[in-house]
């Protein structure tokens, strides 16, 4: 990023949290409600034409209250597995895995998220995702899931707050840990005032009832009791490879499988090849 890209970037940011911090002390109500709006509402992801790639699937459209959840179901005979992407994307980011697990003749399924891909909504946070994952498995019966970042929180608290019975094991490549550490990102990022960004965190206790600081994935997964694997870059510079330490630190007995140079994306055959390993064995090639 070019030093006038950077500092319009700089200014920008912070110019929304000084907006926030004036505003809290004008009505605190309605400045906790912008913070929650421009944390919630993804910049990229949306898809205005739909890719070739997932033009070749079988495409269905779910509801959610009033919602749209697109999906694309590319078919198999083997085991049904539904692909959930992460924040600022869709479906399409799934090409390589799907290719890859075509190859093995499973059934595969991918949603767009709300407000990413062709789904329909704004907001999105993992408690909203949830609802979309949700109606998506009522309706395909997954055996197995795999989640990407944001995508992987939202599988273990749906995991965990749902219980599905027909589920009998997930994958969570690069997922974060603790929710208070993204709210801290973000707090930093804008440089919100301590009572903006406790306004904040009492906007999402109220609209979900939520506590943020339990909002954990290794606290999801006290409630999960079928096979878990998980994947993560040590040199992601989005997620950190210290969030899944966290989550081990509680569940050592998660099977873990640490890739290097390749970030957050995790784009690598090897990674596919280590998730079919696991979800036929248990654990992951060594």
């Not at 999906?71 to 083997?78: A, L, Q, R």
């Amino acid at each position: 990023m070019g030093f006038f890209k950077r500092l319009k970037y700089t200014l920008l940011t912070k110019g929304f949290g000084l907006y926030i911090n004036s505003l809290h002390y004008l009505n605190a109500k309605f400045a906790a409600n912008t913070a929650y709006t421009l944390f919630s509402v993804p910049r990229e992801g949306v898809l205005k034409s739909l890719p070739t790639f997932l033009g070749s699937s079988a495409m269905k459209k779910l509801k959610v209250d009033q919602h749209d959840i697109q999906t694309y179901e590319w078919f198999g005979e083997k085991e049904t597995i539904l692909l959930i992407h992460g924040w600022e994307s869709n479906a399409n980011r799934w090409q390589g895995v799907i290719h890859f697990l075509k190859q093995h003749n499973y059934r595969i399924i991918a949603l767009d998220a709300p407000g990413q891909g062709l789904s329909d909504g704004k907001e999105l946070n993992a408690v909203l995702y949830s609802q979309f994952v949700n109606e998506v498995c009522n309706h395909f019966k997954p055996d197995f899931l795999i989640g990407h970042s944001l995508g992987g929180m939202t599988m273990l608290y749906y995991m965990a707050t749902f219980k599905p019975d027909f589920v009998k094991k997930i994958v969570s490549l690069g997922a974060p840990n603790r929710f208070l550490r993204i709210t801290e990102n973000y707090r930093n990022l804008i440089s919100l005032s301590h009572r903006s960004y406790q306004g904040f965190l009492k906007e999402f206790s109220k609209r979900f009832s939520i506590d943020p600081i339990d909002f954990n994935s290794s606290s999801f997964v006290d409630q999960i009791k079928i096979p878990i694997g998980i994947i993560h870059d040590e040199e992601d510079k989005v997620v950190p490879y210290s969030d899944t330490l966290e989550i081990l630190e509680k569940h050592p007995e998660i099977p873990l499988y640490t890739t290097h140079d390749l970030g957050h994306s995790l784009y690598s055959d090897d990674v596919n090849e280590q998730i079919v390993y696991f979800l036929e064995n248990n654990r992951f090639k060594s």
